[in-house]
């Protein structure tokens, strides 16, 4: 069964830093895209950062950039997102995603429940 589960997010003072985590089962994520996703309340589901299968390639939204760090273990299942200099506008429930490019169509596109990020200031 395939199974993403986020861990780490939660309440910080802006200037601060969360690390999140993404803990992936039932395939393996090594030859996934691993994208990290976040909504905030009343706007649309944006990217984060996104970390490209094999070659190791990452990309990241323009707001977060500098700020965030996406990782991965490919060993473990895991993916990493460090978030420092948080800020109120990086509040959001932030999720893990993984694709299988390509293949998005026949179902290889999975989803975590999210995890909360709420940034004080």
């Known amino acids: 069964q395939v199974q993403l589960v986020e861990s780490g997010g939660g309440l910080v003072q802006a200037g601060g830093s969360l690390s999140l985590c993404c803990a992936a089962?039932?395939?393996?994520?090594?030859?996934?895209?691993m994208t990290w996703y976040r909504q905030a309340p009343g706007k649309e589901r944006e990217l984060v950062a996104e970390s490209t299968r094999n070659d190791g390639g990452v990309n990241y939204a323009g707001s977060v950039k500098g700020r965030f760090t996406i990782s991965r273990d490919n060993a473990k299942n895991l993916v990493f997102l460090q978030m420092n200099n948080l800020k109120p506008n990086d509040t959001a429930v932030y999720y893990c995603?993984?694709?299988?490019?390509?293949?998005?169509?026949?179902?290889?596109?999975?989803w975590g429940q999210g995890t909360q990020v709420t940034v004080s200031s």
């Open positions: 089962s039932g395939f393996t994520s090594s030859q996934y895209t």
């Open positions: 995603n993984a694709r299988l490019p390509g293949w998005t169509a026949y179902g290889y596109d999975f």
